[in-house]
Every structure is written in C-alpha cells, then in structure tokens.
C-alpha cells in the first residue's frame, strides 16, 4: 500500500515561516506535489519536486529527499491570506495518478 | 494558466435520482482527467481516471455502476450519480493533466447534497 503523514494542524502569526513535513510509503514514486485548499474551494497547485532538492517560488519553497522519502513545504512571510489546508500529494509513474496526504490545516494569526 | 470549470457548483437533490456533473479543461486538451471526493476536513481521495475514447479506470472500491464516467471529448468529462443516497453527499473535484510533467489541475468542485 502507500501512506502520506503530515501534521494535522499549524499555527503561526503573520510574517512567521512554517514548514509542513510529509513522509511518505509508496512504491513506483515519481513526485512530489503541494496543492493549497482554502475551505470550501478547489485544490490550487503549489509545486512539485521530482529529484532532490529544493525548488523556490516566491513565499514558498518546496523540498524534496528521495532517499529518505520525505519532503516538506516552507511557507516564508506568512500572510493572513495563507490560512488553509495543504496537501502533499506522490504522483505514482503509472497513470500519474495523485495520492494526497491528510492535508495540514494552517493559521495564521494577526 | 490551466482553468479547468466544473458545472454546476452545487446540485441539491432527492434520494433515488442522478446526477450529472461536467468537468471541462477550457484553455487546453486533455486526454485524462481525474474525478475525486472529498468529504468534510478530510483529504481527497481518487475515486476513478477518466481517459477520453475509453473506458473510464476506477479505484478499489469504488462502485462503476453508480458512479459513470464518460469522457467523451478532449476537453470534457462527466461524472454521473445514479441512485443518489445520502451518503453520497460529498464535494466532488474533478482534475486535468496538462503536461507531460502530469501536473493536476483541479476544477472549483461540486457539493451534492443528497436529501
């Protein structure tokens, strides 16, 4: 089978950087995917490393360590806006289909 | 960017009918497309790939008779309900690939709510 584990839950003032851990157990692994979800909306993409490394866009980077299966997403100068779920999602090679963890609620607070 | 448009955003219906749901991809081609459910403060789990001009590839689990899939062009896929019950009350999140890099791009979701 394949399992994803990230923290549930983040709070963290404006202006403070967060990172969200996700571990994951799969087999055929190809990516690594971040989606934002605000509440009642649709998944937006955020980034998605297939080799090691890091990746940055603006505010927010992403991670990746194939060796160890585990990646994470840093999210820098939080922003009222950035209150949400985020979701680390393994894209398998076969059919490139998405499997998303458990999603990471983060607050932010004034 | 990638806009993918789901219709309608929210449907209300009665027990023991269907209902369809459109996903479409409006500024690209899209040869697979992706139907998922979410229920509340929960993840999203895959229920089925949908490629166009055959059939429909569903997740363990997941019912094929209740939940049809067809993908009849490059930039339209449906999803219907038959029989709805209650229990399938859920938000409903269709995704397209667009590149060769397969990065998903989700439509704005559909709530059914089954009375």
């Known amino acids: 089978g394949q399992s994803l584990e990230q923290p549930s839950e983040v709070t963290a003032v404006e202006g403070a950087i967060v990172q969200i851990n996700c571990t994951y157990q799969t087999s055929g692994f190809y990516g690594l995917s971040w989606y934002q979800q605000h509440d009642g909306g649709a998944p937006t993409f955020l980034s998605y490393n297939a080799l090691d490394g890091l990746e940055e866009t603006g505010r927010f980077s992403s991670f990746l360590s194939r060796s160890d299966s585990y990646g994470y997403l840093l999210l820098q100068e939080l922003q009222m806006k950035d209150s949400a779920s985020y979701f680390c999602a393994v894209r398998k090679a076969a059919g490139n289909k998405l499997t998303f963890g458990g999603g990471t609620r983060v607050l932010v607070k004034p | 960017g990638a806009v993918v448009s789901q219709h309608p955003s929210r449907v209300i219906c009665k027990s023991g009918t269907s209902v369809k749901i459109e996903c479409r991809s409006l500024d690209f081609q899209a040869t697979t497309m992706f139907w998922y459910r979410q229920f509340p403060k929960q993840s999203l789990m895959l229920m089925a790939t949908?490629?166009?001009?055959?059939?429909?590839?569903?997740e363990q689990g997941v019912e094929k008779d209740k939940f049809l899939i067809n993908h009849a062009s490059l930039t339209l896929s449906t999803l219907t309900v038959t029989s709805a019950h209650p229990e399938d009350s859920s938000f409903y999140i269709c995704?397209?690939?667009?590149?060769?890099?397969?990065?998903?791009?989700f439509g704005p979701g559909t709530r059914l709510t089954v009375l």
């Open positions: 995704s397209a690939k667009r590149d060769r890099v397969g990065t998903q791009y």
């Open positions: 949908s490629n166009e001009g055959s059939k429909a590839t569903y």
